[in-house]
């Protein structure tokens, strides 16, 4: 019995990727294939616009032989990479921010380099 079911979204990493999909492996049996056709709704020109080789993504099980220990895949329809950083959000001030910052940044800098000179 798999730990794999249909309709779940599992983890994987990318360890491969050709002009008609993905290949990813899901843990040290099962592998996996994200058909060019279930990347996304929209043309897909070029498969690795969608991800990189190495990278952890999400996916949809649509489907799973458990003789060969493959899975079909799918990132249509669900937010599959992780966002680290979040939506980034604009400020009222704008650069001032930064303005402001970077003459106390510089300074900081030069006293760090003054100080590790000294030792």
């Known amino acids: 019995m798999t730990k794999f079911e249909k309709d779940k979204i599992v983890t994987g990493s990318v ?4 002009p008609y999909g ?3 492996s ?6 996996g294939l994200i058909h060019i056709s279930e990347i996304s709704e929209d043309f897909v020109k070029n ?3 969608y991800a990189t ?7 949809k099980v649509l489907d799973i ?20 950083y979040g939506q980034i959000e604009e400020t ?5 921010t930064l303005e402001s910052m970077v003459p106390k940044w510089i300074e900081a800098s ?9 030792k």
Do not use: C, P, W
């Not at 360890?15 to 050709?18: A, D, K, L, Q, S």
């Not at 080789?53 to 996916?59: F, L, Q």
């Open 26 to 31: 899901l843990d040290d049996y099962y592998t």
């Open 22 to 24: 993905i290949f990813v």
């Open 47 to 49: 498969v690795a616009d």
């Open 65 to 84: 032989d458990e003789k060969t220990r493959h899975i079909k895949l799918s990132i249509k329809d669900i937010q599959y990479k992780n966002d680290k």
């Open 110 to 118: 030069i006293q760090k380099i003054n100080n590790s000179k000294k």
């Open 15 to 18: 360890t491969g990727i050709e």
């Open 92 to 96: 009222k001030n704008g650069f001032k």
């Open 53 to 59: 080789v190495g990278e952890t993504i999400k996916m």
